[in-house]
């Protein structure tokens, strides 16, 4: 079934190029007119991939494209002018030069906020655009032509046509390739956790500033070699890498439709070849411009795609198709497999000694804690609010860093290590709240978890498809992460189910199993129970004991007293940012102070 | 989302076919019939007037050509479009017409530097409105080598600017100040006004130079300029800018109560209605020069201006109109000279031995070194007159 | 260097205005409108219409107000409701508000002729001679009519019910609709005001310019740079950001070199962004509060 599954793709792949090949040949041999409407679109069409790449993915508006798309072009056209370096040895010098801008500027505007970013990045276009016009080098406003590029010999001209047309066919299969790739690697629900659910993918090992720099970077390299393609084409002068081409690259693909495989290719196509089709006044050609904007957007705010989708939607749901049953929540079946942790540090798993922490110098939120969580045990968190138990799990998973103390995890220290780093020292979490991703399936949610147990993830995923090892990892991923959903009773029904319809419940328990597949020595869970009803309750309990038997550790902070008393080895017990107690659990609950402070009697 | 793949690829090919249907199925080209001549022009944008006028001057002259038997019995087709002084609209427009076999480019007045630089590329002949002359005809100053594909009937910014530089010799005692854009509008100017201004060893006292934004005509703050060129004791001022700029110019300088400040324009500022329009009553007494066919003009251009406003039902006519309906009538006798040979390099042959072509902008030639028609001695220096609402000869 | 100052400060309150304009609706929609610069061009454009026309002055100025405003109510209900009701987070509004500005500018290029038209130049004749500095009765106005602006602003939205409730949406508007503010009236509010400021912003460089349907891009960039500088969060410090750039606009083109003015406030922009990225008058952190809430709402709404 998977080997027909698979050879059926390989055959459509096939097909897929043989047409692509067609095409620009098709392209390659046809007159000079229609040559630079393909090509022209077709640099759109790369321009706006790589924009979507950013924004719909990893949800950074760019506004710098046009920038980026400046350097390849420029970059181009002036090093073939003043150094006469031959044009392929300048692909990659422009490539990388645009990467490298992209990364710079990522890395100094990506720490406050994405308006920020798409603030920063749209001055940087309009820096550019002021540098090229106010620049003797670069002909000002006037402009310069590109180099030519080299021909074909005579007798292969005569068969594959103008030589140019290749180039720029290779560079949108190369820009197609990466990101369709992307999209289908075990990297994208990476991506989007990144985008839409920061501290879940940082608690997951993602290094998330990291991962968006790469992606801006890699997005850049993408655009400056559009730009590179687009100086062999046209003349070029300032006017075209302007601020308005970065808003009309990102209306490309918001027309098409975001974080879609075609629908910045439909966007970029459709704006492309708009006044070439739509031969009318050009005054009333821009005013029809201007109200298809309006028109898609306002009647399909999901772009083109998004109205073929409904349409398929509607034709599915008229043959009869798409009411499945909805699946119900089993008990825990399966027996979950041994742990396969190797940790050191002994019987103790973690120690905090000492912490102080507070977010304004003079205010302490938590002063002088000692908790000490003995391996293969629940151990139990709670206070009232306000106490600071959060505090200290952000503390211990490395949202925070402590103002004093140190925090010690299976032996190693780590109160100055950042979140992403805690999975490789065997620590998860999860959230009070499930904040995952809600346009994937509770699967590859799942999968986010084993992201630091996949080796090189982010520099395969550009030929992710192509690579057998890849392929391998995506079928390890998928098995891994369907077991965890079973052994927390979400049976196969549910795997493939998107997030965003599926109850709280299954929700949190998706959190659970995301946490649990890379079977980490250390689990630490921020009130699980938030939001669940009395079976369910009972479910979590067992999940629970069943962890334990395998030998981890895990941490609970939770609100519900009985639950905590009735399931944990150890508490410990906070009050207004201080120690109040922490030993076993019986002993615990007989302390007066326990009583008085927190039970309240 | 599998499943739609095949429904949108299957939209896109359809939309590619509709694409190669509309652009690649056009006419036949030039034939033994019809001889294809393709016009790029700016109709849009707040200087689009310029580029109708292109336009209608062209299409005026294909209309009585075709009328009167064409070329050698062959009809024009003249196939023209927008490049809303974009350039890569206009480089895309460009290869368009080259490959629906146009025999020669006419413009473009918003895009020269892109037409001219793409006619050396692509070798073939770029002629009429292409920008102002001056630098986009000869990018290297007016020393060097012309494009060797570009011959412009347009205005020309050197011979202004000559024109100009030589009034200010004789008649600004305490010398000129110059406010000029920076692009290759502005910058001609400055090199027709350095030009002579070596050759008689004068110099400015005060030189600078202000983007502009021509798409839309915005006027830029102009006080701190007016202040400078003020307190440099220039007796006039050259402003080389747009027409609304200079407008404002005018304005700001009369708001300010300076009275004894010359303000010099440029080959735009009498063009059309724009300047004079825009700055009202502060507009009188600004001198400019304008070609003398314009200024005293013979009664073949008086009956063509009367059969121009009939055929656009009133709209004035102007040099860019004037100057583009040479350029077909030039492309014609070139083509009959060479015996209907329609081939690019006799036609570049041709223009190249250009000599005395009688058009309504005077008596044109081009040789190898010389790609313009228009030199400072076909103009003559003129000043608004409010009150006759009319540019009158000056000395 | 008094000249400097006041020319500086004129133009200044252009650019401040039009960032109000900006400012106010995103105040409390969210959304950045791209046609704010083509109501500033509107106005300009029908008053330069109408008194060429015969009307009076005062009357063109008035219809002119009258339409920037209807027009950016207009704009909220065609291009920006539809698209908020979908996906209040969805960043659709950038294609559909950047859309109706062509369709706006085309219309008017279409009406009124891609060319300039002249503006009455009324007060701006009237020279006013300082000590040190020349003013017309024109630019003292922009001062005053600038300065009112934003102290009516501050005045509304912290003395008065409205004011607050405008705040208390401006917040959070899911929360401020269960204790009874009607939000789409709050929206159309804020569209009717920012089309205001930017037709006021109209009548007022209107004699320092033309009337021409391609204006609104000039100046809706140059007050969208303003808004930058000044932090996008508050309506008054938007104005403040005008002044800035203005200032340093007329001071760059005066001690550097007239083309400093073209990369002088772009430079100063990016130095403001990386070293203050709230803006220069930003006392909060709301717009990083709105983006975390963002990302915690799209995604764990339920909880």
């Known amino acids: 079934m998977i080997a027909a599954l698979r050879k059926r793709s390989w055959i459509t792949t096939v097909i897929l190029l043989v047409a692509f090949a067609a095409a620009t040949l098709f392209a390659a041999k046809a007159n000079f007119g229609l040559q630079s409407v393909i090509t022209v679109t077709a640099i759109f069409v790369v321009l706006a991939l790589s924009l979507d790449l950013v924004a719909g993915v990893v949800g950074l508006y760019s506004l710098g494209h046009a920038g980026l798309f400046a350097i390849g072009a420029y970059g181009t056209t002036l090093l073939a002018r003043d150094l006469h370096l031959n044009v392929f040895l300048l692909l990659p010098i422009v490539i990388i030069a645009a990467a490298l801008v992209g990364a710079l500027l990522g890395a100094l505007s990506l720490r406050v906020s994405g308006l920020y970013f798409a603030m920063t990045t749209f001055i940087f276009t309009i820096i550019v655009y002021v540098t090229l016009s106010n620049s003797a080098w670069t002909m000002g406003l006037q402009g310069l032509p590109g180099p030519l590029f080299p021909n074909f010999p005579r007798d292969v001209q005569d068969i594959f046509g103008r030589s140019v047309i290749w180039a720029v066919a290779a560079v949108v299969l190369i820009t197609i390739v990466i990101v369709w790739s992307i999209r289908r690697s075990a990297f994208y629900p990476v991506l989007l956790a990144v985008r839409d659910a920061e501290p879940y993918a940082r608690a997951n090992g993602v290094r998330t500033s990291l991962v968006k720099v790469g992606i801006f970077a890699l997005s850049a390299g993408l655009a400056g070699m559009a730009g590179w393609a687009f100086s062999f084409l046209v003349y070029q002068s300032p006017g075209q890498f302007g601020w308005v081409q970065s808003v009309n690259l990102l209306v490309m693909v918001i027309i098409g439709g975001m974080n879609t495989r075609l629908g910045p290719i439909l966007g970029a196509v459709l704006v492309g070849i708009f006044p070439f089709v739509v031969k009318i006044d050009p005054f009333l050609q821009e005013v029809v411009f201007g109200a298809v904007f309006v028109i898609v957007v306002v009647f399909f705010p999901r772009g083109i795609i998004g109205l073929v989708d409904l349409v398929v939607r509607k034709i599915r749901s008229a043959m009869g198709r798409g009411t499945t049953a909805v699946p119900t929540v089993e008990p825990v079946a399966v027996a979950p497999a041994a742990s396969a942790a190797t940790t050191r540090g002994g019987d103790i798993a973690l120690s905090a000694k000492g912490i102080g922490f507070s977010y304004v110098p003079g205010v302490p939120v938590l002063r002088d804690i000692d908790m000490v969580v003995r391996r293969g045990t629940i151990h139990g968190l709670i206070g009232p609010n306000g106490s600071g138990k959060s505090t200290l799990v952000n503390l211990i998973s490395g949202e925070l860093r402590p103002v004093q103390g140190e925090i010690e995890l299976n032996g190693d220290r780590v109160e100055q290590l950042s979140a992403p780093s805690r999975p490789a020292h065997g620590l998860m979490r999860t959230f009070q709240s499930a904040v995952l991703v809600r346009e994937l399936s509770i699967l590859e949610n799942t999968t986010v978890g084993l992201y630091s147990t996949v080796k090189r993830i982010a520099a395969r995923s550009v030929i992710w498809p192509l690579l057998p090892s890849a392929r391998r990892d995506s079928r390890m991923l998928r098995e891994k992460a369907g077991a965890a959903l079973e052994s927390v009773g979400l049976q196969k029904s549910w795997h493939g189910t998107q997030l965003r319809d599926v109850p709280h419940g299954v929700e949190q328990l998706t959190q659970l199993a995301s946490s649990i597949v890379s079977d980490p020595s250390v689990l630490v869970l921020d009130e699980p129970l938030a939001g669940l009803s009395g079976a369910e309750v009972t479910h979590v309990a067992e999940i629970l004991h069943r962890l334990r038997e395998r030998g981890v550790t895990v941490i609970v902070i939770e609100h519900q007293t009985r639950f905590i008393f009735d399931n944990c080895d150890d508490v410990t017990v906070l009050a207004a940012g201080e120690l109040v107690t922490s030993g076993p659990a019986a002993e615990v609950r007989a302390n007066a102070r326990v009583r008085e402070v927190y039970l309240g009697q | 989302m599998k499943r739609i793949i095949p429904v949108v690829t299957a939209i896109a090919a359809v939309t590619a076919l509709a694409l190669a249907g509309c652009t690649g199925g056009g006419g036949g080209g030039t034939t033994d019939d019809t001889i294809v001549i393709g016009g790029i022009a700016g109709t849009t944008g707040a200087y689009g007037a310029v580029g109708i006028a292109v336009i209608n001057g062209s299409q005026m002259a294909v209309d009585e050509i075709n009328e009167a038997g064409g070329i050698d019995g062959r009809q024009i087709e003249f196939t023209w479009d927008d490049d809303a002084a974009d350039a890569t609209k206009s480089s895309q427009l460009f290869q368009q017409f080259v490959s629906d076999g146009a025999v020669a480019i006419l413009g473009s007045p918003d895009t020269g530097p892109t037409t001219a630089a793409l006619g050396d590329q692509m070798q073939i002949p770029v002629l009429g409105a292409v920008d102002d002359g001056g630098l986009t005809v000869y990018p290297n100053g007016p020393d060097e080598d012309p494009f060797a594909w570009t011959f412009s009937t347009s205005l020309n910014t050197f011979a202004w600017g000559g024109k100009l530089a030589e009034w200010s010799i004789d008649n600004c005692p305490n010398g000129l100040a110059m406010l000029h854009d920076p692009t290759t509008y502005g910058l001609g100017g400055l090199a027709g006004f350095e030009q002579v201004f070596k050759e008689t060893g004068h110099d400015f006292v005060y030189v600078e130079s202000i983007t502009e934004n021509w798409g839309s005509g915005a006027t830029v703050n102009l006080d701190a300029e007016i202040q400078k060129i003020v307190d440099s004791g220039a007796s006039c001022v050259d402003v080389w800018l747009t027409p609304g700029d200079e407008a404002t110019f005018v304005q700001e300088i009369a708001s300010l109560g300076i009275t004894d400040l010359k303000v010099l324009g440029n080959d735009v500022t009498n063009a059309d209605a724009t300047f004079t329009d825009l700055a009202g009553p502060e507009g009188d007494g600004v001198i400019s020069a304008l070609l003398t066919s314009d200024v005293h003009p013979n009664d073949r251009l008086l009956e063509w201006q009367g059969q121009y406003r009939d055929k656009f039902d009133g709209l004035e006519p102007g040099p860019f109109a004037e100057l583009s309906y040479d350029a077909v009538y030039i492309l014609k006798q070139v083509i009959e000279d060479a015996d209907g040979a329609t081939d690019p390099e006799s036609i570049r042959a041709g223009l190249n031995k250009l000599t005395d072509f009688e058009g309504l902008t005077g008596s044109l030639s081009f040789t190898e070194q010389v790609h313009t028609t228009i030199n400072k001695e076909q103009l003559t220096m003129v000043a608004w007159n409010l009150a006759n609402k009319k540019w009158e000869p000056i000395e | ?303």
């Open chain 3, 1 to 303: 260097m008094l000249q400097v100052l006041l020319s500086g400060l004129t133009v200044g309150t252009i650019y401040g205005l039009v960032a109000m304009a900006f400012a106010v609706v995103f105040y409390v929609t969210k959304v950045v409108n791209f046609a704010t610069g083509q109501l500033l061009m509107v106005s300009i454009l029908l008053t330069a219409g109408l008194v060429r026309l015969g009307l009076p002055d005062w009357l063109g100025v008035g219809i002119a107000l009258i339409a920037s405003t209807v027009l950016g109510v207009i704009i909220y209900f065609v291009a920006v409701r539809p698209v908020l009701k979908f996906d209040r987070f969805s960043f659709a509004w950038l294609v559909s508000t950047l859309g109706i500005a062509i369709v706006i500018q085309a219309t008017f290029a279409i009406i009124f002729g891609p060319a300039s038209q002249p503006f009455p130049r009324g007060l701006h004749q009237i020279p006013v001679h300082l000590p040190g500095a020349t003013l017309t009765v024109q630019e003292i106005l922009t001062l005053v009519v600038g300065a009112l602006a934003v102290l009516g602003w501050e005045l509304v939205r912290r003395k008065t019910l409205v004011g607050k409730l405008g705040m208390a949406i401006s917040t959070d508007p899911e929360i401020a609709s269960t204790f009874g503010a009607n939000v789409t009236a709050y929206a159309v509010g804020a569209f009717a005001i920012g089309g205001f400021l930017a037709g006021l912003a109209g009548i007022l460089v209107g004699p320092i310019t033309y009337g021409n349907p391609y204006l609104g891009d000039t100046y809706g960039i140059s007050g969208f740079i303003a808004l930058m500088i000044g932090g996008i969060q508050r309506p008054a410090a938007a104005m403040g950001g005008g002044l800035i750039l203005g200032v340093l606009s007329i001071a760059a083109n005066s001690y550097i070199g007239a083309q400093a003015s073209d990369w002088f406030p772009f430079v100063l922009v990016l130095l403001v962004l990386l070293l203050a990225p709230n803006g220069v008058f930003a006392s909060g952190d709301s717009l990083r509060k709105l983006f975390r809430r963002r990302s915690s709402l799209t995604v764990g709404g339920r909880a």
